[in-house]
């Protein structure tokens, strides 16, 4: 990885925060010094889950400044990305297997003024992603089955990181079963960004944690 301190980001995800609190647990994981928030909207179509809509992002966005990092688990996503960006969302991710026109619809989320994600399943294979790296501000890499948290780690999809690092310039994020003890293998496999949601909302020292991934990350450098 050469000599320069390559700079982990850590996006806790909402998805295991304590939801009747929610305000306070972004306030906690944003003292405790996380760099983004990464929010997990499902639709009970695209996966088996139901969770979070644009009335929940904007009432996010009024209580912290960090980068609200939307990943978008749902079908037909063109619909629905200019009322996340209206929300507050700042990175906007969509999955290459819930539409057609993927390329139009990451340039319109660049049109609206936030970052364009893709992510992908792992049985995606990552082939999939290449003809869109120039529309691509960011790829999220599946670490786990999208639908639920707390799932076990897949390291055989680090070598999608791999693949990728390379050809493609702009931030790579893993999201999925990712704690300290593991975390070593999205490092080197080349992630810029850590998703975390049990690993960090689990436990009731956020910075504690923050600061293991961090120190692991120094590790790598
Ligand atoms: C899964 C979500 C993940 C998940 C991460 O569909 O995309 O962001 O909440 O949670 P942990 O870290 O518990 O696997
Ligand atoms: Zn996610």
């Known amino acids: 990885m050469g000599n320069a301190v390559k700079k ?5 995800s909402l998805l295991s925060a304590d939801f009747s609190r929610l305000a306070e647990e972004v306030r906690d ?3 405790a010094g996380c760099d983004a928030l990464h ?10 889950n139901l969770t979070i809509g644009p009335v929940v992002v904007s009432a996010i966005r009024k209580v912290t400044k ?17 009322d996340f960006r209206k929300a507050g969302a700042d990175w906007i991710t969509i999955h290459v297997e819930a539409e057609k026109n993927v390329r139009k619809t990451l340039r319109e989320i660049r049109k609206l003024g936030a970052k364009a994600g893709l992510s992908l399943r792992p049985q995606t294979s990552v082939e999939e992603l290449f003809p869109y790296l120039e529309d691509l501000d960011l790829i999220l890499v599946m670490s786990v089955e999208p639908g639920f948290g707390g799932q076990s780690f897949m390291s055989d999809q680090m070598s999608k990181i791999v693949a990728l690092r390379r050809p493609f310039k702009g931030l ?3 999201d999925g079963g990712i704690d300290p003890a593991n975390v070593s293998q999205a490092i ?16 009731p020292d ?10 692991v990350a120094k590790k790598y450098c």
């Open 206 to 215: 956020r910075a504690k944690v923050i600061q293991e991934f961090r120190g």
């Open 8 to 12: 982990i980001m850590i996006a806790p």
């Open 29 to 31: 994981v944003e003292r």
């Open 172 to 174: 790579i994020s893993v």
């Open 39 to 48: 929010i997990d909207v499902m639709d009970g179509h695209f996966v088996p």
């Open 188 to 203: 080197d496999a080349g992630a810029d960004v850590v998703v975390a949601g049990s690993a960090i909302f689990g436990k």
């Open 66 to 82: 960090l980068p609200l990092d939307v990943h978008l688990m749902i079908d037909n996503p063109p619909c629905y990305i200019a």
